[in-house]
């Protein structure tokens, strides 16, 4: 991919975030979008062979959209100024409505990537499915927690929008209470994107996300109840 052309793209869009100059300059898009879906190819092909879950994972799904849902927003500016996308089994991108852990990667304007896993504001069941799961499966969650790769890579689980006080039902004592409180389950990291070798950028992401692969399949564990009717 030519990362050079993409951030120099996404610089100026930034600068220039309305409608006629995005269709003035819409084919360099299509074409920098084009080369940034061969990417998701590769490393969702490069993900397989460590998690077969997302071995078929379709890539022009798994990319986002450009355009930015502006109907609540403050800010009305029309696109996003990155391109991002997202792996999980069966497509199911969105964390946020589906539930599961995700893979994740985008790439903005200042040159930098972020990559992780994980789930980001998951839904009432299935945030308070993982909370259960640090209960039921807690020596499976520590042994996750002090994984050498894992840690080197990410460090710790990000604590956005962590709660105050413990969530109702859970031990205020629990050695996870602290993970518990948490209300996304997300590890990432941010480097520098590779602009004078763009041929490493697929075995970079890939190597990230089979850091995170512990992580990944212990939160496949942790199941809803089901309600039969």
Not at 133 to 151: E, I, P, S, T, Y
Request: zero cysteines; a positive charge; aromatic letters at 10%.
């Amino acid at each position: 991919m030519h990362l050079r052309d993409l951030t120099q793209f996404l610089r100026e869009l930034a600068e220039n975030n309305n409608r006629p100059w995005f269709v003035m300059n819409k084919p360099r898009y299509d074409i920098l979008r084009e080369e940034f879906l061969q990417v998701v190819t590769e490393v969702i092909g490069e993900l397989g062979k460590f998690d077969p879950a997302v071995k078929f994972s379709n890539p022009k799904k798994a990319m986002f959209r450009i355009n930015r849902d502006v109907r609540f927003a403050h800010d009305k500016s029309p696109y996003k100024t990155r391109f991002s996308a997202a792996v999980a089994p069966n497509d199911m991108r969105r964390p946020s409505k589906a539930g599961g852990p995700t893979y994740y990667l985008q790439i903005d304007g200042s040159g930098r990537m972020l990559f992780g896993a994980g789930e980001y504001m998951p839904p009432p069941g299935r945030l308070k499915a993982l909370r259960q799961h640090m209960v039921d499966d807690a020596a499976g969650f520590r042994k996750v927690l002090k994984n050498k790769q894992l840690k080197l890579r990410f460090g710790d689980i990000r604590d956005e929008g962590k709660l105050m006080r413990p969530p109702k039902g859970f031990d205020p004592e629990h050695e996870h209470i602290e993970y518990i409180k948490l209300k996304s389950f997300f590890i990432w990291t941010e480097i520098d994107v590779p602009l004078n070798q763009p041929e490493l950028l697929v075995p970079l992401l890939a190597g990230g996300f089979k850091d995170a692969l512990p992580l990944v399949e212990w939160m496949r564990g942790a199941k809803e109840d089901v309600v039969e009717e």
